[in-house]
Every structure is written in C-alpha cells, then in structure tokens.
C-alpha cells in the first residue's frame, strides 16, 4: 500500500501534517498574507442582536451607535432601555424605523462587519445557517423563534474552526514572518476610518436652512461635504442677506473631542469644542466681543425627520442663563426640476400681481382657475368672477401692488406661494394703503400652472417712521 494511503487509514496520526501544511501553503502564495488569509477564513463569528433598515436592508448592531456612514441608534425616550429609533444614512431624509428590545433578532456577525457596527445580509445572517454569497438578494429578518437553539449550533460550528485558526497561525507566523508584518501595514485602515470621525456625517449634504419662527421663508442655503480623505467636515453658508461663511469641523482623536472653526466674509472667527452629548452633537465656544466682554455660545445639531436642526444658545453670564440665539431647520435642497418649478411660479405671481394693479382682466382671467377663492383676513371671500367684475368696472385705481420676500415650496404638481404685498391707491375715490401677508396656490395642468387659492392676512400694523 502506499505511504500516503496508509496515513491516511492511520487515525492515531495528525491530520494536519507537515506536508500537508506546505501544500496549503504553496496553495496560498498568492494571498499578500498566509497567516492574515487564515484569520479570515477561520476567524469565528459573533453573535449579536441587530436592527435593520427597512429600506435598504443594512443590519446594525446595538451598542455602536452614532455608526461612521452617519446612521443613528438612539432610544425613543430619555431613559428608556427597552425602545429604539433606527436613522438610516441610506437616504435623504434619514429612513426611521421603530424597535423594541424584545423584538431584536439574534444573529451571526462577520469581523469585518463587527469592527463598524453594521453590515449587510451576507455578513449578518441568522446562526446556524450558511453564509450567504456577495451575490445573494435581499435577506429579510426572520420572525422571532428559538433563537437560542440557533446560537448553540452557531458556537459548535465555529468551535472547531477556532482550533484550526490557532494551528495554522501559529504555523504561519514561522514560515512567514517578514510577509506578515507587510500585511499588517497593508491592512491599517485609514486614521480618519473610525466612527468618531463620522459622528457628524448626518449633516452632510446639499441643504435649504429655514427659520423655525418662519419655517415657509428660505434664509440661507448651506452645503457640507468631506474633504481631506473624509477626515473634515467642510460646511459651505450662504444666507439671503449676503452673510457668507465657512466651518471645519474634525475629531482631535488625542483629545477625544470634536473641534469647528467657523469663519466669515464679515472678519468673524469662533473656535468651537465639544462632541456627543445625551444622544444630541454640541459644540461650545468663547467669543470675545470688541468691547472687552466675552460671550459664551451653544451650538446644538440633531438629525429629525425631514433633515438636521440647529439651534444655538448665547450666555452674558459666565453660563448661569441662557438665551435663545437662533433655531433652524435644514431641509434637502430642491431639485434642478422643482427650482424651475419654483421660477416659473414666482414670475406668474408676479405678472398676476402686475395685471391686477392695471385692471388687465384678460390676463387675470388666464392665470386664474375657474373655481378659483381668495379668503381674506376679514372673513370675506371673493370668487374668480368677482375679480374680474371689479377690474371691468375700474373703480379701484392702484399706485402700488407688488409683493415682497417672495417664498416658493413645490409638491409635486403643486406649489405655494408666500409674500409680503403691498397695496396703495383708490377704491371709489377713497384711498388705501397697507400691506398684508398673503399665501397663493399654484396646481400643475396640462396647460400650465394656473392660481387655484388665495388667502390674505389683515392688513399689518403700520409701523412709525
């Protein structure tokens, strides 16, 4: 019989010889790193309970929350151990869903998903069961069963891969030493991989900032992207009013702490610090003001469904009291197609605006929709046919009817309007001059956008010279 056959039929013999270790070894030499292949191949799992996004798919794991692609894990309530809400970085809002402890699956978790929190369902998959392939489709989350039947077969199965991962790394560590501390430098993730560097990364975006005491109004226009290898958060302001800024914010990994500088076409500079707090990001700083004193500010930014707040707080008093500062609102920016929406809607207004002031029925009777209603502030209404009788009959004359701080949101196939209106002239001889706010609905037809709704405010309070 031959030498290798009797070997084999040997069962007091090891294994794992020495020449079957070359063999395997010989097999390998492609890999950059014997001893690193063998760690990945036989590493075992963990095993972890996880929460999943309904919309893409991605599974997370408890306890790695804020996770580095931006993605949140946070409880429902303050104190509460048992419920979670699940922000996705998947899309533009974040995709939220609702979880509870007890309704968490169990499952096997690779390496590579472990070390970032998350991963997809060929990394993280029920135990027991086989690994599926890169090209496997969507998995979806089993109902809850006998989970801890699942996790016995799970630690068995992998029980004897640990014993071959010990030989074959310890086998290889001798025959390739030089090549393993190649791999280890090859293998070092990048210094800003980690996911404190990327606790922010839910602002990142393409944004319109709204105030919160207006939320209709527009007021700035803001841009954050990473630069520098992901490792800086660069924010882009601009406001209305021609206020223009900058901030880089990064993670002092020394430290353990995030730090912005902010800076503006306007000569201001605030250096802020600060990071994670109670589920929220707050930065804090010192500003010191021209006339020797010193203010203290909060800066506070949380991911809520239709983007990211912002809020900051200012303080005279060395933080014993507290003032609002400003409260704002980003939303994604519009599309090339709604900004044009918004155009086209803006330039009606204006020209229906322009027809009423001359009386030009015509064109009022064009932009108008057949069951067109305007509500005033007073409780009065008037339909499409009454507007344009009035401007038939030419008894109201206008000097002024323009409209300002003009405001357009697009749905869809439709839009709102919002402005301020100026009015000044003569009704039967009588003058008239105030201003009101006033909101116009805009629907989308075959034939255009026509005005559908309009509703006006009391006239404002005049104020003093």
């Not at 809002?93 to 096997?108: G, L």
């Not at 975006?205 to 207006?214: A, E, K, Q, S, Y």
């Not at 020394?254 to 605030?270: D, E, P, Y």
């Not at 909060?298 to 469904?305: A, C, I, L, M, N």
Request: charged letters at 25%; aromatic letters at 10%; proline letters at 6%.
């Amino acid at each position: 019989m031959p030498r290798g056959g009797r070997q084999r039929s040997n069962s007091s013999e090891p294994r794992f010889s020495v020449l079957l270790l070359v063999r395997h070894v010989r097999k390998r030499l492609l890999f950059p790193s014997l001893s690193s292949y063998l760690v990945k191949r036989f590493m075992p799992m963990h095993i972890r309970r996880c929460a999943e996004c309904p919309k893409c798919s991605t599974r997370y794991l408890i306890g790695f929350s804020p996770y580095w692609n931006g993605s949140y894990l946070v409880p429902t309530s303050r104190g509460s151990s048992d419920q979670y809400t699940l922000y996705c970085a998947c899309c533009t809002p974040p995709a939220s869903s609702q979880w509870r402890w007890s309704d968490m699956n169990t499952f096997a978790v690779a390496r590579a998903a472990h070390e970032r929190g998350f991963g997809d369902c060929t990394e993280i998959f029920p135990p027991g069961e086989r690994r599926p392939s890169r090209s496997a489709a969507r998995c979806e989350i089993p109902p809850p069963g006998d989970q801890q039947r699942k996790t016995s077969l799970m630690s068995r199965c992998f029980a004897r891969k640990r014993i071959l991962a010990g030989f074959f790394t310890v086998a290889a560590s001798f025959a390739f030493a030089g090549d393993s501390t190649h791999a280890a430098t090859a293998t070092n993730p990048s210094p800003c991989s980690t996911p404190e560097f990327h606790q922010l990364d839910f602002w990142a975006g393409d944004w319109d900032v709204f105030d919160m005491d207006n939320p209709a109004m527009q007021v700035a226009r803001v841009k954050v992207d990473r630069i520098l290898d992901g490792c800086v958060l660069r924010e882009d302001y601009q406001d209305n009013d021609g206020h223009k800024g900058q901030s880089f914010s990064i993670y002092d990994a020394a430290l353990k702490a995030w730090h912005q500088s902010w800076v503006t076409n306007r000569g201001q500079l605030l250096l802020l610090d600060g990071g994670i707090r109670e589920n929220e990001f707050v930065l804090e700083a010192t500003e010191h003001m021209l006339d020797g004193k010193s203010k203290l500010i909060r800066g506070t930014w949380k991911p809520v469904d239709g983007g990211v707040r912002e809020t900051a707080l200012t303080s005279l008093d060395h933080g014993k009291s507290w003032k609002p500062w400003f409260d704002l609102m980003f939303r994604p920016h519009a599309d090339s197609a709604s900004a044009d929406d918004q155009k086209t809607v803006r330039e009606l207004d204006t020209k229906y605006q322009a027809a009423v002031k001359a009386n030009d029925a015509a064109t009022m009777d064009r932009i108008l929709a057949d069951d067109f209603v305007l509500s005033t502030g007073s409780g009065k209404k008037y339909s499409k046919q009454d507007l344009l009788d009035e401007a038939h009959s030419g008894r109201v004359q206008y000097e002024h009817q323009e409209d300002t701080e003009q405001t357009v949101r697009v749905w869809g196939d439709t839009a709102v309007l919002t402005a301020k209106l100026w009015e000044k002239g003569t009704d039967n001889g009588k003058p008239f001059d105030y201003m009101v706010w006033f909101s116009d609905t805009y629907v989308r037809t075959p034939k255009g956008w026509i005005y559908v709704f309009g509703q006006s405010s009391l006239p404002l309070p005049k104020t003093s010279p």
